[in-house]
């Protein structure tokens, strides 16, 4: 996953001065395209979801994981998933981008994404 400009220049803002919107939203989209640092947003975006949990219990760790049923998921050729900071689709910051193989769900399948940051 690449961790673009927007969410390293968030991380920071979050760390050192307490303010700034922390991301909560996974974003998933059918762009195809190498993830760069530069992106702002997902190529082509589908669908956002808040996360489900969230876990910050080992020191310099949080996981977040996102989960998406079978009747959200259907029709998607899913390949493209990033991390923002606001639920509305095509606004806010994006803090991560990555890019992955064709997925094609035909409504049997759900999608779950983890994602993991750790600081060092």
Do not use: C
């Not at 961790?3 to 390293?8: D, E, H, I, P, R």
């Not at 303010?19 to 998933?28: D, E, H």
């Not at 876990?55 to 998607?76: C, E, L, Q, Y």
């Amino acid at each position: 996953m690449v961790f673009v400009n927007t969410g390293k220049s968030g991380a920071a803002l979050l760390a050192f001065t307490g303010s700034g919107t922390v991301p909560q939203w996974l974003g998933i989209g059918s762009g195809s395209g190498t993830a760069s640092v530069t992106d702002t947003a997902l190529l082509s975006e589908l669908k956002r979801h808040i996360y489900d949990s969230r876990d910050a219990g080992t020191p310099r760790k949080v996981n977040w994981t996102t989960n998406f049923d079978s009747v959200t998921m259907s029709g998607i050729t899913f390949r493209e998933f990033g991390f923002f900071n606001n639920s509305t689709i095509g606004s806010g910051d994006m803090f991560s981008r990555e890019s992955v193989q064709d997925v094609v769900f035909d409504g049997t399948n759900e999608l779950q994404v983890e994602l993991e940051f750790e600081v060092f």
